[in-house]
Structure formats: C-alpha cells, structure tokens
C-alpha cells in the first residue's frame, strides 16, 4: 500500500519531534550535576596531564556520572595571568599554578621557591607535606581560594640557554633569561646580575626562537615534554630551586559540590598529585639521556659559588624580611639555615 506524499511528511515531522523529545529526556540522563573545567599550563604528554586523565575519570565514576571534570591543558584557555583571573571569578573552576606565580596575589607562596633551599626531594615533601606547605595553603585560603592538600611536582630547575653553558655566577652578568612572572624570580636573577624577562609559559618557546632571551630555566621534564630542546643549545644542571604547582579551587564553585562529592574529588585530586610526583621525579632522572640524543649540550656547575653570590647580594636577608619570621622558620626547620 503506497503512502501519500502528505502521509510521509507528516509522519517524519511527528518522528522529529519525538526524536528531539526523546533526546533531550536521553541526554539529561548523561549530562553531569556539575560539568568543572580544569585548567594548567603544561604539554599534553607531561605526566600531570596523564594522571589527571586518570583522575577525571575515576571522579566521574564515583560520583555515578555527578561531576564531569573537563581538562584543558597547555594554555588552552589562557596564560597563568589569564587563568589566574578567571579561577578567582569562577570562569574555571580548577587550576593548577606555581606557588611562585600564585605570590603575585599570596606573597607568601612563592617561600618554595628560595633559591638553593631544597637539596632533594625527601626533603621537599617533609616541608610541602608538612608544616610549610600548610602554612602556605593557610595564606592561599586567606585569598578566598580553595587548595588541595597535595601539591603537584613540576622539579628541580635547570638553565638553558642559546648562547653558552652557564659554568659559575659571573656566567649569568648580563644574560638576557626568561622567567615566570615573580617578584622571586626577578629577584633571584638580578641578584645575579642577570637581565630576567618576566613571561609567561605560553609565550616562552617563540621567545626563545626568536632570540628575544637567550635562556630559561625549567626542570629536565619540561624542557622535554615542551620540546624547548629544539630552541636551546645549553643545558646547565644549576639546580637552583624546587617548583610545585597547587591545585586550586574556586571556592563558590568548592563549595557548591555535596559535603560527600568534595571528599570524592579532594581524595582523587591527592592522590593523582602523588602518582604525578613519581611520575615526575623520575621523568626528572632519566629523561637527560633523550635530551641530549637531541642535541642539548650538558654541564654540571658547582652551585656553592651561585648560593654564596646570593648571600652576598643579601638575596636570603631580604626574603626572609618579606616573608617574616614565621614561615622564614618554617622553611629553616626543613632545611636548615640559609642566609
Ligand atoms: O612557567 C614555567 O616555567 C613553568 C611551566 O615551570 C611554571 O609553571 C612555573
């Protein structure tokens, strides 16, 4: 039996309908209570991307579907200015950021940073883990920022440059460095006597292309996962500081989550920090031999003539005045005296 042209029309109009009815009944059974936007500056291959992989799904598992965690790595929203704005007005609602770029808006979390403090990474857990890295998230919450008691491993940072090998402190007069934007890291570098340029992450591989710096400096696993290689020559294991990043929370967005589903995403987020640190470190250890399978040129300077430089500008006595005695304390009950 043939069908009028009318018949068929009316038909498909009527199965549009109830398609579209059906959808949206199907596609809000899908669509998560609270759909979050994650945000960092890191390449997709770094280990903080893998594991946060990792930990958006194991988040959306336990809470049945609840949260959705959408993560946009590698600047994908913005640089660390832009997203640091935008976590503070709720336009993400988590971003993992250095606490040294973070002191911009809390002075006191770029304390990790103090050149030559951390001679290795026991002892940087016993602080971050311990008194110092809750005095810090004490100051971060005072920003009205939420924190997640692990704080994520970036490393031990090296410097590279276009130019030459960096073999002692007089190499550093006059040489033209990025570094993140940080009153910490300016500051250490001048008390160099260098010419830091503050810059952000996103911008740092075309600056280094085009010779606007001859250098950075970044741990092993960046330089890598960043391919900064292809831009730089040198590599000098300098060593000077130990980097983290805290995972931060928009706290209208924190506190908008269930009591029960703050804990399901608190403990994830932890423990994912704690699989990237060893991701990290070891990333850190063994990726040199790659490194230099694609050209970079190591040195390893003796870094007690660039702590003494330090002392001699006064680097350590004027920290310790902007931070005060308490935390100055904290960190020297980590790791000892330093001015
Ligand atoms: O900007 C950098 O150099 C980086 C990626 O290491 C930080 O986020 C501090």
Request: charged fraction near 20%; avoid cysteine.
């Given at each position: 039996m043939g069908f009028s042209r009318r018949t068929v029309l009316k038909a498909s109009a009527a199965s549009a309908v109830l398609g579209s009815i059906g959808a949206p009944f199907v596609a809000r059974a899908q669509q998560a209570e609270f759909t979050y936007k994650y945000a960092n500056n890191?390449?997709?291959?770094?280990p903080m991307n893998i594991r946060a992989k990792e930990m958006a799904a194991a988040i959306k598992t336990e809470t049945h579907g609840r949260v959705d965690l959408q993560i946009f790595p590698n600047n994908q929203l913005g640089s660390d200015t832009d997203m640091l704005s935008q976590i503070r007005s709720g336009g993400i609602e988590f971003f993992t950021l250095s606490g040294l770029i973070l002191s911009t808006l809390?002075?006191?979390?770029?304390?990790?940073?103090?050149?030559?403090?951390?001679?290795?990474y026991p002892t940087v857990w016993k602080a971050m883990d311990g008194d110092l890295g809750a005095y810090v998230r004490g100051e971060i919450r005072k920003a009205n920022l939420e924190v997640m008691d692990k704080i994520w491993d970036n490393g031990f940072r090296q410097t590279t440059s276009s130019t030459k090998a960096i073999n002692?402190?007089?190499?550093?007069?006059g040489f033209k460095i990025r570094v993140p934007v940080s009153p910490l890291w300016t500051s250490m570098f001048k008390a160099f006597d260098a010419s830091p340029a503050s810059i952000n992450f996103n911008e740092v591989y075309s600056a280094l292309q085009t010779k606007v710096v001859e250098g950075q400096e970044n741990p092993l696993a960046l330089i890598s996962t960043a391919k900064l290689y292809e831009v730089q020559k040198y590599c000098s294991l300098t060593n000077h500081m130990w980097d983290g990043f805290w995972f931060l929370a928009n706290r209208r967005a924190w506190e908008a989550l269930p009591a029960d589903i703050r804990t399901i995403v608190a403990k994830n987020i932890n423990a994912a920090a704690e699989k990237e640190r060893a991701d990290t470190e070891k990333l850190n250890a063994t990726v040199m031999a790659d490194l230099k399978g694609k050209g970079l040129i190591f040195n390893q300077p003796d870094t007690a003539p660039f702590r003494q430089k330090l002392r001699e500008a006064k680097f350590y006595a004027e920290w310790k005045g902007k931070y005060g005695e308490h935390a100055w304390s904290l960190l020297e009950k980590s790791v000892g005296k330093l001015a």
């Open positions: 890191l390449p997709d291959s770094h809390v002075p006191a979390a770029s304390i990790n940073g103090i050149g030559f403090a951390f001679p290795d002692g402190p007089d190499d550093f007069k």
